[in-house]
């Protein structure tokens, strides 16, 4: 069969193949549309699920920084055993000089020390307590943390399985897109010859 002059039956059957594979290579394309579409939601959904995730994992990640803190300052080297300490230390000093400064037979000097003697965190009950819950609640968070990280982490791996899909479908439609016209253009050459 010659391209500039083919005979009515050869010109009706290439135009029925070239008409054939068009509406193949459409019906291609609108599943590849369709493919790449659905992938592009799913893609819009997850990212979406991945910032939720992100923002979720910030916000507790300050109240980890915010549990630290208390921990730091209740800890043994702390703020609020050194300042325990201290008034301690300055109870202990002012009974000295006391017991120095005033003199009365009989009568003993007040045991200011022992009065205001703070008892360290530890040695306290509630704030004993107290700083095991801060304790237990920040390996909560540290734990909720890392769920979180690996939440993210399938996240990410689905966006970019999602990716590569929509970059698939893209392709195919591309290429069904390139059939359609090669196809429409033989149609309309072979048309002239029926």
Same mark, same amino acid.
Request: charged share 25%; net charge negative; proline share 1%.
């Given at each position: 069969?010659?391209?500039?002059?083919?005979?009515q039956?050869?010109? &009706?059957?290439?135009?029925? =193949?070239?008409?054939?594979?068009?509406?193949?290579?459409?019906?291609?394309?609108? &599943?590849?549309?369709?493919?790449y579409?659905?992938?592009?939601?799913?893609?819009? &959904?997850?990212?979406?699920?991945i910032?939720?995730?992100?923002?979720?994992?910030?916000?507790?990640?300050?109240r980890?920084?915010?549990?630290?803190?208390? @921990? #730091?300052m209740?800890?043994?080297?702390?703020e609020v055993?050194?300042?325990?300490?201290e008034v301690?230390k300055?109870?202990?000093?002012a009974?000295?000089?006391m017991?120095?400064?005033i003199?009365?037979?009989?009568?003993?000097?007040p045991?200011?020390?022992?009065?205001?003697?703070g @008892?360290? *965190?530890?040695?306290?009950?509630h %704030?004993? %307590?107290?700083?095991?819950?801060?304790?237990k609640e920040? =390996?909560? @968070?540290v734990?909720? *943390?890392?769920? @979180?990280? %690996?939440?993210?982490?399938?996240?990410?791996?689905?966006? &970019?399985?999602l990716?590569a899909?929509?970059?698939?479908?893209? #392709? %195919?439609?591309?290429?069904s897109r390139?059939?359609?016209?090669?196809?429409?253009?033989?149609?309309?050459?072979?048309?002239?010859?029926t």
């Amino acid at each position: 069969m010659s391209w500039n002059n083919p005979s009515q039956d050869e010109a &009706q059957e290439a135009y029925d =193949d070239a008409r054939s594979r068009y509406n193949a290579a459409a019906e291609d394309y609108c &599943q590849s549309s369709a493919a790449y579409e659905t992938y592009s939601d799913e893609l819009r &959904q997850a990212q979406t699920k991945i910032d939720g995730v992100q923002s979720d994992k910030v916000n507790i990640e300050k109240r980890i920084e915010g549990i630290d803190s208390i @921990l #730091n300052m209740l800890s043994e080297n702390g703020e609020v055993n050194e300042t325990i300490g201290e008034v301690t230390k300055i109870a202990a000093m002012a009974e000295e000089k006391m017991r120095y400064a005033i003199n009365c037979t009989g009568v003993g000097s007040p045991g200011l020390g022992s009065a205001f003697r703070g @008892l360290r *965190v530890m040695e306290e009950s509630h %704030s004993a %307590s107290a700083y095991a819950a801060y304790k237990k609640e920040r =390996d909560r @968070l540290v734990q909720s *943390v890392a769920e @979180l990280n %690996s939440m993210i982490a399938n996240l990410e791996q689905s966006t &970019q399985e999602l990716t590569a899909k929509m970059n698939s479908a893209f #392709n %195919s439609m591309t290429d069904s897109r390139k059939a359609m016209y090669t196809n429409a253009y033989e149609m309309d050459h072979y048309k002239q010859y029926t």
